[in-house]
């Protein structure tokens, strides 16, 4: 069993950045790939980064050049840097991470809200 604890959502205006945070801790052997979904009112749950242990990272259109993904295997921690928000950013987003030969583990979503 894994856990997956976010934090650093919150309300920003246009134009501002957030960093989340995901620590993972429990049964944390074999991890795979970390990284965030993100669910906006009315639509369906998207990719928006992810990175394997060891590789590149990845990213959905709508963020890239604006967000960051990266990861602290010392910590056991994914972030996810988020700058120039836009209003269609506004989302709970999800952490997950994957293990070899095991189902995919969900962090508790955090609330983003991009507003003026």
């Known amino acids: 069993q894994v856990q997956l604890v976010e934090s650093g959502g919150g309300l920003v205006q246009p134009g501002g950045s957030l960093r989340l945070s995901c620590a993972a801790s429990?049964?944390?052997?074999?991890?795979?790939?970390m990284g965030w979904y993100r669910q906006a009112p009315g639509k369906q749950r998207e990719l928006v980064a992810r990175?394997?242990?060891?590789?590149?990272?990845e990213y959905a259109d709508p963020v890239k050049g604006r967000f960051t993904i990266s990861r602290d295997n010392a910590k056991n921690t994914v972030y996810l840097q988020m700058n120039s928000l836009k209003s269609e950013d506004t989302a709970v987003y999800y952490c997950?991470?994957?293990?070899?030969?095991?189902?995919?583990?969900w962090g508790q979503g955090t609330q983003v809200t991009v507003s003026s």
């Open positions: 990175i394997p242990n060891g590789g590149s990272p």
């Open positions: 429990g049964s944390i052997f074999s991890l795979n790939y």
């Open positions: 997950y991470c994957t293990r070899r030969g095991y189902s995919v583990a």
